[in-house]
């Protein structure tokens, strides 16, 4: 699944392939017979400035930018099947508070009996104990992925879909209008209004990494 990454060395083809066999693909065909819940966890941080498109041009044009100091930060799970979207965002930073409130409205959101499990990176502010003991009373599975496989992650398509939808060939002179664009953008997709789109954009397909 997740589509191709034809880059990866040898070593990281086969650690890729193994957690895929031994960890993965059992959790996803639990989830779509019902069995389970699989999310898909990341955080994004999109800066405030000017997002450019590319074209010719025979005069030169200046665009205008801000700092980049500031910064609207999404710490995300999607759904492996429905593609349901639970967030937590802030203008500060993601850290490990920011991550256990994910999990409670994770948990919160599916209720009480469901067998939940998160697919994340390693940051070291998700795998710090604070977050995985709150996983363990919450009754919340953490499957880490292995090490730099951002490729196996569903959720970095979203954050690039984001960035295309609502953010490319912009510019925003107010934090808050980046702010309340993003907000827009995220919401279409917690509510079904892209649904198609999404469909297409999460397709579960195995990776070329034999």
Request: hydrophobic letters at 40%; charged letters at 30%.
């Amino acid at each position: 699944m997740f589509g191709a990454c034809k880059s990866l060395d040898r070593g990281k083809k086969k650690e890729q392939r193994e957690f895929l066999e031994k960890d993965l693909e059992s959790r996803l065909e639990e989830a779509k017979k019902g069995k389970r819940k699989v999310f898909f966890v990341d955080a994004a941080h999109f800066v405030m400035g000017s997002f450019l498109g590319y074209f010719w041009c025979i005069k030169r044009i200046f665009v205008p930018s801000s700092s980049g100091r500031k910064r609207y930060n999404v710490s995300g799970a999607l759904n492996a099947i429905t593609h349901e979207l639970v967030t937590v965002c802030n203008d500060t930073c993601i850290n490990a508070l920011s991550i256990c409130e994910l999990l409670q409205k994770i948990r919160n959101s599916v209720g009480v009996s469901e067998i939940i499990t998160l697919v994340l990176d390693n940051a070291a502010y998700q795998r710090c104990a604070l977050v995985t003991e709150l996983a363990k009373n919450l009754k919340i599975e953490l499957l880490f992925l292995p090490s730099y496989s951002p490729n196996l992650n569903l959720i970095e398509r979203l954050w690039r879909w984001v960035r295309k939808d609502c953010l490319n060939g912009k510019y925003f002179e107010h934090f808050d209008d980046l702010r309340y664009t993003i907000k827009q953008s995220l919401s279409m997709v917690s509510h079904g209004k892209k649904k198609e789109e999404m469909e297409s954009l999460f397709t579960l397909l195995r990776p070329e990494i034999s």
